[in-house]
Every structure is written in C-alpha cells, then in structure tokens.
C-alpha cells in the first residue's frame, strides 16, 4: 500500500495506467458495441464479431500486427460517424456498462496514488470518447488517448491523428513528464500488455498487471512486480454515496477516435486467416 504522503518539495510523480484489463476487467471498446449498434452506428455482423474478439480479448490480447492491423481498420470503420452522437451514446451507457468491470485493486491503487500525493494518467490505445468519461469516472488526472480527424462537418474523417500505442505511449509519459515536472525515476506504470514495454520502461516503478505470456517473461526476467487483478466491483459498492468522481479529471492529451468493434472486426479477421492457415 502506498501510504506515505511525497514531500511537496521534490519533484511531482505520477502513476501512469494502461486501462484494457489493468483497470477495467474488459475492452473498453468492445464493451461499447451493443450501445453503438442500438445507435446506429454498427451493424448486428460487427456486435456478433466483437463479442467473440471480447473473448480473444480476455484469453490472450493482441500482438503487434494485430493491433496495426487495429489501426488501418479504425480509419474505415468509423468514416462518417457523427463525433457528437458517439459521445451521447458513451455518456448514457458508461454506469451501466464501465462501473461494473473496474477492478477493485485497481481503483484501491488509484486512491493510494492519490493519498500518496501522485497524479494519475490513464494511457490508452481507446479512443478518447470512451477514455475520456472512463478516467473521469476513475477520478484520473490526465488521459491519453487515440485520437482521429474530425471534419468541418462534425464526423470522423477516417484518419487517424494520433495513435496512442507501443512507443508513442512512452513518448506522451516523456513528454507530459516535462510539462508537468514529473520525476519518472520515482514514477509509477502499469499494463497487462508486452506491447506497452516502452511506457513501462520509461518509468522508475513498472508493474506487470495480469500480464499477457510474452509480458510475464519479460517481467519475470526484468524481476518486475506482477500484480493480480481479479475482483471487479461497482465503484457505489466502494463508495455508498457515489454519484459523482471523487475527483474532476482534468484530460492533458484530448483524443478523438477509436470505434467499439474496430479491435473486435480486426482481431476476428487475424485469427479466422490464422486458423484457416
């Protein structure tokens, strides 16, 4: 447990959170698709995909090549949707759909991180109208996220303007450690995903979270600490008066982009082409 209050004096830290499986139990994304289907915005082929990528998703993750696979996907997927009608979908699902799968020790270690006097930033591959309301939900500080090009008329574009994955994670941790003072020698990181070596890297303390195969002997070799998040729990369950974060998120790195199926289209591909193969 991270108890002792840092001296204000030094210089600021910070814990840096991937969000997929390290804090909440499912993909944000996926998680999305049946709201996003009842909107209009996917068809009832991609709902019966993602579901079954939510279990590829859980059983093992995606590798390299998948998740830019992820990428070229994303920016067909999504051309044409209206930005507005995605962040009115995600804002009246996000309780129902996001508040049951937090991990309780993730949301315990974000209060430590906070008592600690640490800022929390949630970094992820999402884009960032789901990112965004999720690390407001989590009381986080700052979050990084996917974003992609919006038009004059108010949709995606289909090009995506930053891609918050494998060394462009590290690259927002050095850079929001420059704007903001952090000291990343006394800095915290957590993911479940080899891809995300770099973010762990960049940090003083890197913390393996249910980590995927190639990860744990990474981590194992690196005699990083490997942490088991397995308890899911209803942030009302933790909090009895909960209405509302316990603390305002302030978004550093504003990210627009990333649709519901886009990894569950992508990841149900590889693995059909790898089966038929």
Known sequence: MLRNVENHLSPRTAAFFDLDKTVIAKSSTLTFSKSFYQGGLINRRAVLRTAYSQFVFLAGGADHDQMERMRKYLSALCRGWNVQQVKEIVAETLHDLIDPIIYDEAATLIEDHHAAGRDVVIVSTSGAEVVEPIGELLGADRVVATRMVVG???????????????????????????????????????????TDIPMLEAVGHPHAVNPDRALR?????????????HRPVRLKQRF????????????????????AATAGLVWYASRRRSTVA
């Open 152 to 194: 004059d008329d108010g949709c995606f574009t289909g090009e995506v303007e930053y891609y918050a994955y494998g060394p462009t994670k590290a690259e927002a941790v050095r850079e929001l450690a420059a704007s903001e003072g952090y000291d990343l020698a006394r800095c915290y990181a957590y993911s479940d995903s080899v």
């Open 217 to 229: 002997r990474e981590a194992l070799t690196r005699e990083w600490p490997i942490l088991d998040f």
């Open 240 to 259: 009895p008066a909960f209405s509302v974060p316990p603390r305002p998120a302030l978004v550093a790195a504003a990210a627009i982009g990333a649709a």
